[in-house]
């Protein structure tokens, strides 16, 4: 990811997107507002945020259904649902539906903030691409064979495995040991 995250503020009140605005304000991000689910789409698909704020309560189209589409395009999306009418069935609908965190109103600013960082300290540590656990695996293994200079013997016993598993396992990744 390049430069500053972008943050994205979706609430049909227009005081309370600049209040969250000018809450979360700081040299390390980007943000943009918008006031309807339809337009929250627009710019998710032509923006692409790092995180979106987005309120339950919105004309139209609610968030939860916001949040649905979103998640349809990047399954990846990273969304705070914001609401004043918190309830159990509506937070866990948007936890299921892959929110990332859920903020009732009114809210504190300090609390506010600090949802919101450690929101972007999440998203900016994630890397890329997590190896799979075969690639971790294969990996591993071809470092101690590398070790032990394509001794399998002394390999399986640093692997704390069977020889006969070392070997099944030089053949299911393909290691090529010379």
């Not at 649902?81 to 159990?88: E, G, L, N, Q």
């Not at 919101?116 to 900016?124: E, G, K, L, S, T």
């Not at 695996?137 to 390999?155: P, S």
């Amino acid at each position: 990811m390049k430069g500053k995250p972008l943050v994205l503020i979706v609430d049909d009140d227009v005081d309370i997107c600049f209040l969250m605005a000018t809450a979360i304000q700081s040299e390390q991000v980007e943000i943009i507002t918008t006031h309807s689910g339809q337009e929250a789409l627009e710019l998710y698909a032509q923006r692409h945020p790092e995180l979106v704020l987005l309120d339950i309560q919105l004309p139209e189209m609610n968030g939860i259904e916001v949040l649905s589409k979103m998640k349809e395009m990047d399954e990846d999306c990273q969304v705070i649902m914001v609401t004043a009418y918190a309830t159990i069935e509506t937070a866990v609908q948007a936890m299921k539906l892959g929110a990332l965190d859920y903020i009732c109103k009114p809210f504190k600013l300090p609390h506010l903030r600090e949802t919101v960082q450690n929101a972007i300290d999440f998203i900016m540590s994630v890397p890329e691409h997590l190896p799979t656990l075969e690639e971790v695996e294969r990996r591993h293994i071809e470092k101690v064979l590398h070790e032990v200079e394509g001794n399998r013997r002394l390999a399986a016993e640093k692997l704390d495995i069977s020889l006969r598993t070392l070997y099944y396992k030089i053949k299911q990744y393909n290691i090529q040991t010379h």
